[in-house]
């Protein structure tokens, strides 16, 4: 059970890993000794979406992204608290990762083509798929998304959410 455990653990940790096309085991095994030698998890989050990734008050972290990086806590060091989350907004993610400011992005994030081989970073997995509509009132009688050209649509940029919306 150890060695099946470890070797998901060093899995999750290719996220957090800046790697060329050819991924060597010493790359994943040295992020994870960084992290033990550490004695805790630092996790890139976003910076506020609420069910994902959200401080409350108190500066209490909550959500399933946080949910998963405490997770990964707790697999390496048997305590889920081992964990600093650094809030992202869109823009920082990528960077941040490639800095190694943070072991582990998990945040929204589209897992598409081009940023497997723009960026080089290794997606773990996928842990939510999600899609994009429009809800528009029925008496505007709109039947295509078409039919919204020149209309204003408030979207979050630099996401692949701009980028499907302009196709």
């Known amino acids: 059970m150890k060695k099946i455990l470890m070797s998901w653990l060093v899995a999750l940790f290719?996220?957090?890993?800046?790697?060329?096309?050819?991924?060597?085991?010493e790359q994943e095994v040295g992020l994870l000794k960084s992290v033990q030698e550490r004695g805790y998890v630092i996790c890139g989050v976003n910076a506020?979406?609420?069910?994902?990734?959200?401080?409350?008050?108190?500066?209490?972290?909550?959500?399933?992204?946080?949910?998963?990086?405490?997770?990964?806590?707790?697999g390496i060091f048997g305590d889920s608290s081992k964990v600093e989350f650094i809030g992202l907004n869109a823009s920082q993610r990528f960077?941040?990762?490639?800095?190694?400011?943070?072991?582990?992005?998990a945040r929204n994030t589209t897992w598409t083509i081009s940023?497997?081989?723009?960026?080089?970073?290794?997606?773990?997995g996928v842990n939510y798929y999600?899609?994009?509509?429009?809800?528009?009132?029925?008496?505007?009688?709109?039947?295509?998304?078409?039919?919204?050209?020149?209309?204003?649509v408030c979207i979050t940029k630099e996401t692949t959410i701009q980028l499907n919306l302009n196709d």
């Open 95 to 105: 960077p941040t990762l490639a800095s190694g400011n943070i072991d582990v992005l």
């Open 14 to 25: 290719l996220v957090g890993c800046n790697t060329t096309k050819s991924i060597k085991i």
């Open 48 to 74: 506020g979406l609420p069910g994902f990734s959200a401080q409350d008050d108190a500066g209490n972290w909550s959500g399933l992204d946080v949910d998963f990086c405490k997770a990964v806590a707790a």
């Open 130 to 152: 999600d899609g994009q509509g429009f809800l528009i009132p029925t008496d505007l009688d709109i039947k295509s998304a078409k039919a919204l050209d020149g209309a204003f």
């Open 115 to 124: 940023r497997d081989v723009n960026l080089m970073f290794e997606f773990a």
